[in-house]
């Protein structure tokens, strides 16, 4: 079933996966990658703000997990 604007009817559920920190660096929850404004306001947004966010969600994992990566790769390795 879709809208005359073309998007289905059905509502947008939420990202949340039940892992709730935000990460100071980045504003990001950790689990969900949205930020408090956009986890206190998800009830009342618009569904065409929620699609919004998960479409901005994979650019942030990519975002984070670079930003470990690069904090893992200056890690000292250890000789065997």
């Known amino acids: 079933m879709s809208t005359e604007s073309g998007t289905s009817a059905r509502p947008v559920p939420s990202p949340c996966v039940s892992i709730c920190r935000i990460d100071s660096a980045s504003g990001w929850c950790e689990g969900c990658l949205r930020t408090l404004d956009e986890i206190a306001g998800w009830s009342a947004m618009p569904e065409a703000g929620k699609r919004a ?21 200056e890690l000292p390795t250890r000789e065997p």
């Open 53 to 73: 966010v998960w479409k901005a969600l994979p650019a942030r994992r990519e975002a984070l997990d670079a930003v470990t990566q690069a904090l893992f790769d």
